[in-house]
């Protein structure tokens, strides 16, 4: 029972332990932000349509909110961050490979 719902409890604060280790390189810039953002949900999105810990629908839906709320919050809601991140993410030239292999 342990094992399983420590494996429920990683597999919702995994992608931001991930992503936040990532953040804290010396060499991180906007665009990272903002592309680890994008990873992290795509990677709940993944693993909540499968579902292969049984994560009830109420934990899911939680979890999209606070993503998508610190999101917002970080990026939508204030126009000057918004246009510094999605500009430097359209901007960056490593993007562009990123982006072709997921086309």
Known sequence: HFEMDLSKFLSVIGPWARGLKCLEGAQITTDHVYFLFLGIMSQ???????????LLNS????THQIGNGHF????????????????????????FAVIATLS
């Open 72 to 95: 917002n919050k970080l990026i939508n809601e204030t126009p000057q961050s918004h246009d510094l991140y999605v500009m430097t993410f359209v901007l960056n030239p490593g993007m």
């Open 59 to 62: 934990t899911m839906e939680s």
């Open 44 to 54: 709940h999105e993944e693993e909540f349509h499968e579902n292969k810990h049984r």
